[in-house]
């Protein structure tokens, strides 16, 4: 009488790979020999891992729907790893792995596809700022993986197709048998002759020798919104490699650098510039053109402009990437002071000096600065 192998892992007869191997797990945890050393617990291992093994083919899964033991001899199971003679069921090694610490995600075994997604491309694209400041249209050059237009990426020679591997049959993996404490252990390995593809190409297509892509030079436009800052990428979808078997390409990211500029440095969507200014034209006060990225703009530098003051013009900065607007253009002055006077210059400076009630005369007449610090310190005038 055949065994009752949906009972042995409490599943119905119209549950899933998932559920299956779900329950076999649940089980397999619960009655492992060396959780559980009770005799009796072993024997029902044993039977877990032969309804395990039956219900997970779907060879021998139809065997047992149609009323037969796969794992019976003579029950239709001959050939398969029970055999003849009820030598006991075979434990893949994998599905133990899996039981116990957790596999990789419960899918099904069989042969990898020959068709892949293709994998992502990077190009570094250095622009002025000006341009990504307001944005260009640059021409691209990327080399990457493109479908075989010779096989359309399926890999083959023209009139001739993909054939069956005739060393594993199509399953993409070949089995071995060992011996374990378990028992006896079968273990998958993929199948060397096709590469765990279950195929394999008699006839490779001469262009692409069977990959179903070639790598060539291809010419793009990239469109560099305004506002892009350095180290920022753009993406173009599926324009990147396209993947084994013709599959589908991944993506090109485009990464910008913005190359220095002479005169500005940005942070974030303002810009800062130095400008020098005479020592007399910041006390007396002046006008100077800026020339921004895309004007010329005039600014009031007010009479007794101190030092490292600033300018603010709004708006005159890196347009704003999302939204409206721009950001804003810092002056940064710079008062320069003469290092040379001739005489005639001197005479006049002094004399302002005096105008003015300031002291100029050589610090050495008066005892020297630390002399005059301890001077106020000690409260003399």
Do not use: W
Request: some cysteine.
């Amino acid at each position: 009488m055949a065994r009752d192998y949906y009972g042995i892992l409490g599943v119905s007869r119209e549950a899933s790979d998932d559920e299956i191997k779900r329950a076999y797990r649940k089980l397999a945890r619960q009655f492992h020999p060396d959780v559980n050393p009770d005799p009796e617990a072993q024997e029902k291992f044993k039977d877990i891992n032969a309804a395990y093994e039956v219900l997970s083919d779907d060879r021998k899964r139809q065997i047992v729907d149609l009323g037969g033991d796969p794992l019976a001899p003579g029950g239709g199971g001959a050939g398969g790893p029970g055999g003849p003679g009820g030598a006991g069921p075979f434990v893949g090694f994998q599905d133990i792995m899996d039981a116990f610490f957790g596999g990789a995600g419960g899918g099904a075994r069989g042969p990898r596809p020959r068709t892949r997604p293709g994998a992502d491309a990077i190009l570094r694209l250095e622009l002025d700022l000006h341009e990504t400041a307001f944005g260009v249209e640059a021409p691209i050059t990327v080399d990457t993986a493109v479908l075989c237009t010779t096989c359309s990426g399926a890999g083959t020679a023209a009139g001739t197709h993909l054939a069956t591997c005739e060393a594993c049959g199509g399953r993409g993996e070949v089995q071995s048998v060992q011996r374990t404490f378990l028992g006896q252990v079968v273990s998958a390995r993929p199948c060397t002759v096709c590469q765990g593809y279950g195929t394999t190409i008699p006839h490779p297509c001469p262009t692409c020798a069977g990959d179903g892509r070639v790598r060539t030079r291809r010419s793009l436009t990239v469109k560099i919104p305004a506002g892009v800052e350095d180290g920022m990428r753009i993406r173009l979808a599926q324009q990147g490699e396209v993947g084994p078997g013709g599959g589908t390409a991944g993506d090109l990211y485009v990464e910008i650098h913005e190359r220095p500029h002479d005169v500005y440095s940005r942070k974030g969507d303002d810009l800062h510039c130095r400008v020098t200014v005479p020592m007399t034209a910041a006390a007396l006060g002046t006008r100077l053109t800026i020339k921004t990225l895309d004007s010329e703009e005039t600014v009031d530098v007010k009479a007794g402009t101190q030092p490292a003051s600033t300018l603010r013009l709004r708006a005159r900065g890196v347009p704003h990437l999302r939204g409206t607007g721009r950001g804003d253009l810092y002056v940064h002055l710079d008062v320069r002071t003469p290092t040379k006077l001739d005489p005639d210059q001197e005479k006049m400076l002094r004399d302002f000096a005096k105008t003015r009630g300031e002291e100029v005369a050589e610090l050495s007449k008066q005892g020297g600065f630390f002399s005059r610090m301890r001077d106020a310190f000690n409260g003399h005038a």
